[in-house]
């Protein structure tokens, strides 16, 4: 992948280069940044400019044998772990290699956007937690032991580093720690607090933020040849999430039908009208399925936040389209200062408890009793 491939980030670009041209290169990285930050695909630019015969000072040439290889992701000396579980197809001792050939699939689909549900969905791990375990940790020490086939850097890219258990972990710190010559580790993480002390102390930091609303909105109209207009308004819906703003392009009737819902469930919520809530989780939310339960949150979340935007006068800053912007005004008096905090709170560990897979109904009725509450909190 070339750096211009890449959405945004055009400050960070410059550094990772620089970083090549000076000599500069850290053997343990961790890229780390919000969901659709474009992490991976940073790390697959920076690991092909880094290899390339014929670089420039602003991007990898894409045409020597060593860019050709490493955008199909068969370069010889760019390997990958990734977290697994058990499938149809591979039923004990998942590890990354047996599912290689998916992954290449995957990332050339996404173009470098890797998604950790998408992923799972991909493999069709059903309910299972996917987890990078010690076989893996094993399989990469052996293939580092051997020198470069072909580049001047070996390159071990390690995605959803949280995903680290802890045997795994302990077996690697030594290799991360003191690699063989000429080796590198990106590692790529979302949560800094879910991963271990005794990885994240070894490595240097790259902090990836999330891309700004101009740049997703060029992107969605360079990229994804959308209307101007439609594009304004899934960027400021995705707000900064990449992965994000594709699908409510894509599907805008996913972005209206959260809209809608989220502001049934909140008139429900503030009326405590519970026969209708049980209705509204059993009818509207259940048939949404884990992920778009998910992605319903992260969108009530948004409300909340730009609900504060207008409790302190900073209208401007509300990014969304005009008929949730009105909505969002008329809601923002009952979320403050003394709720604001445990309604976050609430929203995020609902989505923790969703990705783990709890049960949905349970999780969204407990939700609505204590959003009947919270919003009488003044």
Excluded at 229 to 239: G, I, K, S, T, V
Excluded at 277 to 304: M, S
Aim: with cysteine; hydrophobic share 40%.
């Amino acid at each position: 992948m070339l750096f211009a491939d890449v959405i945004g980030h055009d400050d960070l670009k410059k550094r990772l280069i620089q970083s090549v041209r000076d000599s500069r290169v850290s053997h343990a990285q961790l890229f780390i940044g919000p969901e659709g930050s474009g992490k991976m695909a940073l790390a697959l630019a920076y690991a092909q400019y880094i290899n390339c015969t014929n670089r420039s000072e602003t991007d990898s040439c894409g045409q020597c044998p060593s860019c050709r290889k490493f955008m199909t992701l068969t370069h010889p000396d760019l390997h990958f772990v990734f977290p697994t579980a058990t499938t149809k197809k591979v039923d004990k001792n998942p590890e990354s290699d047996l599912f290689i050939a998916d992954w290449r699939e995957y990332l050339t689909d996404c173009k470098g956007y890797a998604d950790l549900s998408d992923w799972f969905t991909k493999l069709d791990i059903e309910n299972k937690q996917g987890v990078i375990n010690v076989r893996d940790a094993a399989t990469i020490m052996r293939k580092l032991s051997f020198k470069a086939y072909e580049g001047e850097y070996k390159v071990a890219v390690i995605w959803m580093a949280e995903k680290l258990n802890v045997q795994t972990a302990n077996k690697l710190l030594k290799l991360i720690e003191e690699p063989p010559e000429k080796t590198l580790f990106i590692l790529i993480a979302e949560n800094q607090e879910e991963l271990l002390n005794t990885i994240r102390s070894r490595c240097m930091m790259v902090k990836v933020p999330k891309l700004t609303y101009q740049e997703v909105q060029d992107a969605l109209v360079d990229n994804l040849g959308c209307d101007p207009q439609e594009a304004h308004d899934a960027a400021m819906l995705a707000d900064g999430n990449w992965l994000l703003a594709q699908r409510f392009a894509n599907d805008k009737e996913d972005e209206k039908l959260y809209a809608n819902t989220f502001q049934k469930w909140m008139r429900y919520c503030f009326k405590g009208a519970l026969p209708e809530l049980i209705d509204f989780v059993a009818n509207d939310i259940k048939p949404l399925g884990r992920e778009r339960q998910k992605e319903f949150l992260e969108y009530g979340l948004n409300i909340f936040h730009n609900s504060l935007l207008f409790n302190n006068n900073m209208s401007d800053e509300v990014m969304l389209p005009t008929d949730e912007k009105t909505f969002t005004q008329n809601f923002a008096p009952f979320v403050n200062r003394k709720n604001m905090a445990e309604i976050c709170e609430l929203f995020e560990e609902s989505i923790n408890q969703i990705e783990r897979n709890a049960n949905a109904s349970i999780v969204f009725m407990d939700d609505s009793c204590k959003m009947s509450k919270l919003l009488r909190v003044k």
